[in-house]
């Protein structure tokens, strides 16, 4: 319990709790471990269960009826899946699969549900979490419906890649599905920034170069 009791200390969601609203949450968590690619939620399933990364990076998508993916998030330590679910009683909005190898916490929807009624504390961190999740979805959606690839896939390549080292290696299949595009369209708009100086690939990699122009084409400039 001690080390549990640690660990959400030094996760954000829990991170302004107090001591009795932490000591009545570590007795209902799970701790669960995934592999790269192992699946932790299913979109459209009933609500099994809340779940708070621990480590790890976790991806959160939506596919169409056509077979198009959609990354709605990467989630990473602190961060809380499936509240909404949790507390409408519908069904699982997305699925959720591990990026890397994972540790999460897990505690059943009635649990959840239970504790938020009666801890003040918990609650104000599940609205807080809520909150921050629909700013981050109005964002995307502005994204989707007033920019450009060229300029959404701008923003991507400065979010996630620096000069010298990127972060990780992005394939232009998880760019496109991250951006909401498809992957001919990415690797288009790639050729136009390496045509312009803008990036360079090097070895299956993309380097940002200028990136004054980037940060221009990723304002509308």
């Not at 099994?48 to 993916?69: C, D, I, N």
């Not at 499936?82 to 959720?96: E, S």
């Not at 136009?192 to 200028?210: E, L, T």
Request: aromatic share 6%; hydrophobic share 45%; with cysteine.
């Amino acid at each position: 319990m001690t080390s549990t009791f640690e660990t959400l200390r030094r996760l954000s969601f829990f991170a302004d709790l107090s001591e009795d609203s932490l000591r009545t949450i570590v007795p209902l968590l799970q701790r669960r471990r995934y592999t790269p690619g192992q699946v932790i939620i299913l979109e459209g399933e009933p609500c099994q269960s809340v779940y708070f990364v621990a480590e790890g990076l976790v991806r959160a998508r939506r596919m169409s009826l056509e077979g198009r993916e959609h990354v709605l998030a990467y989630l990473g330590p602190g961060q809380a899946l499936n509240l909404v679910p949790a507390v409408d009683g519908g069904a699982n909005l997305a699925t959720v699969d591990a990026a890397t190898e994972a540790s999460i916490f897990i505690l059943p929807c009635p649990k959840f549900r239970q504790i938020v009624r009666l801890d003040q504390g918990i609650a104000a961190a599940s609205q807080k979490q809520l909150a921050a999740e629909v700013r981050r979805l109005s964002d995307m959606v502005e994204d989707l419906a007033l920019h450009s690839v060229r300029t959404r896939l701008a923003r991507f390549l400065l979010a996630r890649l620096t000069d010298e080292e990127p972060r990780r290696q992005w394939t232009q299949e998880e760019i496109a599905s991250h951006i909401g595009t498809v992957r001919e369209m990415v690797g288009r708009s790639l050729r136009s920034f390496v045509a312009a100086g803008i990036v360079q690939r090097q070895r299956g990699q993309v380097v940002v170069r200028d990136r004054e122009a980037l940060q221009q084409i990723a304002t509308g400039e």
